[in-house]
Nanobody, 130 residues
Framework: QVQLVESGGGLVQAGGSLTLSCVAS????????VGWFRQAPGKERDLLGA????????YYPDSVKGRCTISRDNAKNTVYLQMNSLKPEDTAVYYC???????????????????????WGQGTQVTVSS
């Protein structure tokens, strides 16, 4: 199985931006669709987006469309999340996860998105101050 480690979290001012990294080990990240999620205290883990194995396709839910960009560098075994116009309500633990699903479309259409992902990082805290 692939192991994932997120980094890049911290304290950010409202209106700012951040870039998180997700580095894979154990297996090449190009074998997987990778998704980014976040979870605030007392809330469910929400999908921020997912990127196909080649990086040619991405999916973003309407709730974050326009503010999130996911990219990947398979040569570096790394997937990135860029998020801009940050708000205090973006404060959460951010996770990356790997999926063996066949397409981001299938993930987007599923009723339980998290069930498509089998390997999770430990998460990185992002705190947005007002």
């Amino acid at each position: 199985q692939v192991q994932l480690v997120e980094s890049g979290g911290g304290l950010v001012q409202a209106g700012g931006s951040l870039t998180l990294s997700c580095v894979a080990s154990g297996r090449t990240v190009s074998s997987y669709i990778v998704g980014w999620f976040r979870q605030a205290p007392g809330k469910e883990r929400d999908l921020l987006g997912a990127i196909s194995r080649s990086g040619s396709n991405t999916y973003y839910p309407d709730s974050v469309k326009g503010r999130c960009t996911i990219s990947r560098d398979n040569a570096k075994n790394t997937v990135y999340l860029q998020m801009n116009s940050l708000k205090p309500e973006d404060t959460a633990v951010y996770y990356c996860a790997a999926s063996s699903s066949t397409s981001t479309y299938i993930i987007a259409q599923s009723r339980r998105v998290t069930s498509n992902f089998h390997s999770w990082g430990q998460g990185t805290q992002v705190t947005v101050s007002s």
